[in-house]
């Protein structure tokens, strides 16, 4: 046997550990019929002992079933939180790899997005009230309603409505370099409002009206396909009287009685020059074309096909005539050759 | 709610269960304590903390066979015994007189099952000479008392591993016993 526990111990072990369990489990039965076979002695058991038994019994059991259920809800709550995690796994891959689950649930997201300022009672009328600056208010004829009202960012935007869909549309930027001037500044006509410089551009039956006050760098727009030239310059006179201009005129109270619609632009007959602080917010050097044509793609532009220089949010642009395209084109300064150029786009 | 009403169920099955092995085995307990522990304080002490040893082993011993329960509760209080022995220093580890009591050795030679047994106690016998009164209680506690690696270890005040060691020791030392005494699976079963 000796050879056999240096050859195998493990086998050995293997053995040793069968026969003590054998050996192990006839003490047992001999323990306990030597326990039966035991004589009986009374024995007396004080009662401070049995006492103090009887108490461990009962607290024991207790606890000990306090322990068991313990352990049982611990395992439960691992394998919970286990198979919580493996769900998680499985659906952040599937997210991140089947469009066909991403999709409805990005919408369903989405849909949620959209409707919370409606579930948060959210309303243009709320949003004027705590905003303060609704300038059209009261102002406008009285079949419109407020139908927009935004005020984020600084930039102020009060749509009214009216139930034909005719818009009066006031908007207030608080730097002139979000004032486009996408090359209307032909069709503008000069004039004051509150006292500021003030420019009414007519277009396509719309009526606009950029104004801005002295001193200060925020723009005005009033617009609308609405309402006559008289009345929109009245609604700007009395928006700028209410922004802290000068007292409003008479001619505001015309506006509570709607006017026919001219469709057509109205000819004016005014001869007075722009004022360049409008039209152009940032006066700039007169444009230098670079001597190699710029491009972008297959898209030749030649520096002949300039029509015009026209401020583009500051930054430099011309109008080009290329085929049935107009193309701004811009860059940081006239002399930059193409490689600088920063952006431009195709307007239809 | 419902499992509150299942805990104070079972939590009252076990504490019955619990009265009921506490009232049969306490006498015996007592005596056992008292084999030990002259002292009748020590004996309470120890019967006492066999008690609490036994509520805490509640399920093991509702699984156990029936015949199983009053040595288990003996062999625990015997091992509550030698542990406030040994709190007292006054174990004395190499005397084997009081545990080879436990085993039967007279009155047994009419009947040929008495023989047997007899024969088998004597075996018994043999194999517990050739280990320490350590090693046989660490036999005691994993095969009698069923207690995992980390109570033993606890219990010795040692760590897991060693037990496991030293439990394979013991197991060696116990086949070869049996080797040198002519081992024949037969005699055992």
Known sequence: ?????????????????????????????????????????????????????????????????????????????????????????????????????????????????????????????????????????????????????????????????????????????????????????????????????????????????????????????????????????????????????????????????????????????????????????????????????????????????????????????????TGEDQLIWSSVDGQETVDDTIGWSVLP | MFPMILLTIEDESSREFMIRLYENCVARMYLEAGKYLSEKADVEDVVSDAVVKLVEKVDLLRQLDESKRLPYAITTVRHMAFRHLRRKNRLVLTDFDAMDALLPTADAESADDRVLKAQRNARLRELFASVSTEDRLLLEEKYVLLWPDEEIAKAFGIQPNSVRMRLTRTKRRIADALTAQGFRLDDWL
């Open chain 1, 1 to 321: 046997m000796k050879e056999l526990r240096n050859s195998s111990e493990a086998l050995y072990d293997r053995y040793a550990d069968a026969v003590t369990a054998l050996v192990m489990e006839q003490y047992l039965s001999a323990l306990a019929e030597a326990l039966a076979a035991e004589d009986r002695a009374p024995v007396e058991i004080s009662a401070e002992l049995d006492g103090r038994c009887r108490k461990c019994i009962k607290t024991g059991c207790t606890k000990a079933l306090c322990r068991h259920v313990g352990r049982k809800l611990l395992r439960g709550t691992s394998v919970a939180v286990i198979v919580f995690l493996l769900l998680c796994g499985v659906f952040a891959v599937l997210f991140s790899t089947v469009e066909a689950i991403r999709v409805p649930i990005v919408n369903f997201f989405i849909e949620i997005q959209e409707e919370k300022p409606e579930n948060s009672n959210s309303s243009p009328e709320a949003d004027a009230a705590a905003s303060g600056r609704n300038y059209l208010e009261g102002l406008t004829p009285a079949d419109y309603e407020l139908a927009e009202f935004s005020d984020r960012d600084e930039i102020l935007r009060i749509l009214y409505r009216n139930p034909a869909g005719e818009t009066i549309c006031f908007e207030l930027y608080p730097t002139a370099d979000a004032e486009a001037s996408d090359g209307e500044a032909a069709a503008a006509e000069a004039l004051t409002i509150g006292g500021c410089d003030a420019a009414l551009i007519a277009k396509d039956g719309v009526q606009r009206i950029v104004w801005s006050r002295d001193g200060e760098e925020s723009i005005c727009r009033l617009e609308t396909s609405a309402i006559s030239r008289e009345d929109l310059l009245a609604l700007a006179e009395a928006i700028e009287n209410k922004r802290g201009g000068t007292p409003p005129t008479e001619s505001d109270s015309k506006l509570a009685e709607p006017t026919p619609q001219e469709n057509d632009a109205p000819v004016y007959d005014y001869d007075i020059s722009i004022p360049e602080r409008v039209l152009n917010p940032f006066p700039r050097p007169q444009p230098t074309f670079p001597d190699t044509p710029p491009s972008y793609g297959s898209l030749p532009i030649d520096v002949n096909d300039v029509t015009e220089n026209i401020g583009y949010y500051g930054i430099d642009a011309w109008m080009l005539e």
